[in-house]
């Protein structure tokens, strides 16, 4: 059974760094094809895709946000983080990682959500 989870500070102040972490059980990080992304859903609004590392480390990030974000991975833990720098109060949102097999009707598994606020 594939589980993602969330962790991370729930309150970071405006200008500061937001880091999550996400730890996968069930699957290893490494497994062809896979992609881990971190997608966020602010206050009324729709989901917004942030970013993936996928199975062989590469990463491709939303254009809007690419400036301030970095997904990394510690194969040895099982784990993929999200750093968010310089974040202000549209920041705010429940972020959720997800791990998907690219193909229709693949495997598509979700974390739980874990809400940050920016404020100081």
């Known amino acids: 059974q594939v589980q993602l989870q969330e962790s991370g500070p729930g309150l970071v102040k405006p200008s500061q760094t937001l880091s999550l972490t996400c730890t996968v059980s069930?699957?290893?990080?490494?497994?062809?094809?896979?992609?881990w992304t971190w997608i966020r859903q602010p206050p009324g609004k729709g989901l917004e895709w942030m970013g993936v590392?996928?199975?062989?480390?590469?990463?491709y990030y939303s254009p809007s946000l690419k400036s301030r974000t970095s997904i990394s991975r510690d194969t040895s833990k099982n784990q993929f983080s999200l750093q968010l720098s310089s974040v202000t109060p549209e920041d705010t949102a429940v972020y959720y990682c997800?791990?998907?097999?690219?193909?229709?009707?693949?495997?598509?598994?979700w974390g739980q959500g874990t809400q940050v606020t920016v404020s100081s």
């Open positions: 997800n791990a998907k097999f690219p193909v229709i009707g693949g495997p598509n598994y």
């Open positions: 069930g699957v290893s990080i490494t497994t062809s094809y896979y992609g």
């Open positions: 590392i996928a199975y062989d480390g590469s990463t």
